[in-house]
């Protein structure tokens, strides 16, 4: 992580190197879809958005209630 953040380039943001960084750190341990229910699991929603938003979608339940 230290090292993502050290070699950031100049346009990134801190955070987002840092992020890449942990996503292909678990990407090598976990498959993406997976990692969402782990994290849900833990109550750490708000992470979903930094690091899984293009595994959040095929985890949604679809509600044909919901007005």
Partial sequence: MMEAYQKK????SYRDAVS??????????????IAVR??????????LWGLLPD???PNVLEVHHAE
């Fill in 38 to 47: 782990y994290v849900v699991a833990l109550g750490k929603r708000g992470l």
């Fill in 20 to 33: 890449e960084k942990c996503r292909e750190l678990l990407d090598g341990i976990v498959k993406p879809v």
């Fill in 9 to 12: 380039t100049a346009s990134q």
């Fill in 55 to 57: 595994a959040i979608l």
